[in-house]
């Protein structure tokens, strides 16, 4: 979901060499990448404190990924930590979601998320807590691994809750902890995800007020970047099925060629975002995945079918394309005879900050990261927290998890995806500091 070119190999004997020499104390007490003023020094004492939990659960979470709404070993493990915390919990919310309540003094509601599935990636980092977990998978046996970092998302999350959980009378409001299943997608059949969350109303009783997550990203480590707005795209997919008329493919003129219209339909589809789309408001993509006709080269099939994708950052931007790509298929087929249907498949929306809300709280986060602090620019990938963000105001930030080692950094979603440890003191301080700073300021 979080697309970046794989720069260098890998050399999984220097990672096993690097990890053996770093205890989990060792990791969690690095609290370097920090500015002292970050939090008051309390808060500070808290969070060093819980890292060798953290840094034990990432493992532990990294070692034992489960698949998207079938996160059973892992919702239960974190409703565990909630209820040992004091909340209210509530479990399968969307199947195998986790809901925690933490409450305060009076005040606003504020709600934290973090992702809970893996992927079906086989694991090839030589971790001594790489996954070996395998399952099956669409008809297959496959591994399963955090090839996008939710261990990490999760491991903070539970840091940040027991942080926050021992403040509780200091707090000036609830917090509603969310561990989502099923980021990734469900199983053919199921629903799934935020959206399920939603409907089954994750948002009521109490209903927050703003909600905050976080993506770790190979960055390098410790950086922290969101921006305003449009985060990360919306992600549609598309259906094409282009009706010609079959013939000998040495008498064309015989039927109508699918072949030829699709090619002009790729062409097409070109131009919606290089000369039909206003190129200052946002950038769109419009991709062809694959094409699929003929059997043979002597003969002119009858259909011709095409998939692909539609990324963009504005959700009128999002409407106005699917029409765009709807009438353009149908008419160049139309122009030459043949037909096209088209189906829209609707994903994920564009993943939108508040613009007020991230206003009110990039300090917070430039102050937590320090010069490791940027404006991010626009990601072409996705994200199911987009749904969070439509239902009330919210801020997704990327947090850098690239080791500096460059052979060792990985994209997510690669079966060699590495994350560096120490950014996990900068992600629970965050999300701690999000919450503080976001009630102290509506006192």
């Known amino acids: 979901m979080l697309p970046m070119p ?29 500015p002292d003023d970050a939090v008051a020094p309390a808060v500070r004492a808290k969070i060093e404190a819980v890292m060798p939990k953290v840094v034990s659960w990432r493992r532990d979470l990294h070692a034992h990924p489960e698949l998207g709404n079938r996160e059973f070993r892992t919702s239960a493990l974190i409703a565990e930590h909630l209820r040992s915390l004091g909340m209210e919990v509530e479990t399968n919310v969307a199947v195998t979601g986790v809901v925690g309540v933490l409450r305060g003094g009076p005040g606003p509601v504020v709600a934290l998320r973090a992702d809970m599935d893996g992927l079906p990636v086989t694991e090839s980092v030589d971790l001594p807590f790489a996954s070996k977990v395998r399952t099956d998978y669409n008809g297959q046996e496959v591994g399963v691994m955090h090839a996008c970092g939710h261990d990490n998302h999760m491991a903070i999350l539970m840091g940040a809750a027991e942080v926050l959980a021992g403040m509780k009378g200091e707090l000036n409001g609830t917090v509603k902890f969310i561990f989502q299943p099923a980021e990734e997608g469900v199983p053919p059949g199921e629903e799934g995800g935020a959206e399920l969350m939603l409907k089954e109303g994750v948002f009521n009783a109490p209903t927050p007020e703003a909600v905050f997550g976080l993506h770790v990203f190979p960055m390098p480590v410790g950086t922290v970047a969101t921006r305003a707005g449009g985060l990360m795209a919306s992600s549609d997919s598309y259906e094409i099925t282009v009706q010609g008329k079959q013939t000998h493919g040495a008498m064309p003129w015989g039927g109508v060629d699918p072949i030829v219209v699709a090619s002009q339909i790729v062409m097409g589809l070109q131009t919606i975002p290089s000369r039909q789309l206003d190129a200052t408001l946002t950038p769109s993509i419009v991709t062809v995945g694959a094409i699929h006709g003929g059997l043979r080269s002597n003969i002119i099939p009858d259909s011709v079918e095409m998939i692909g994708t539609l990324r963009t950052f504005d959700a009128d931007t ?20 043949a037909t096209a249907d088209v189906k829209i498949n609707l994903g994920y929306p564009v993943t939108r900050n508040d613009n007020d809300l991230t206003a009110q709280m990039v300090p917070t986060l430039a102050r937590v990261a320090g010069e490791n602090y940027f404006e991010s620019p626009r990601n072409t990938g996705a994200e199911d927290f987009s749904y969070f963000a439509e239902a009330v105001p919210g801020m997704f930030f990327f947090l850098g998890v690239a080791p500096e080692d460059p052979a060792l950094v990985a994209p997510n979603h690669s079966p060699k995806f590495y994350a560096d440890e120490r ?18 300021a509506a006192r």
């Open 423 to 440: 950014a996990l003191p900068v992600g629970v301080t965050a999300m701690t500091a999000l919450v503080l700073d976001y009630l102290e």
């Open 6 to 34: 794989l720069r260098h190999a890998f050399r999984a004997g220097l990672l096993a060499t690097a990890l053996a020499a770093l205890s989990s104390a060792s990791l969690a007490d690095d609290l370097s990448m920090i």
């Open 318 to 337: 999002r409407v106005d394309i699917h029409e765009r790509l709807t009438r353009t298929a149908q008419s160049i087929a139309e122009s030459a005879g």
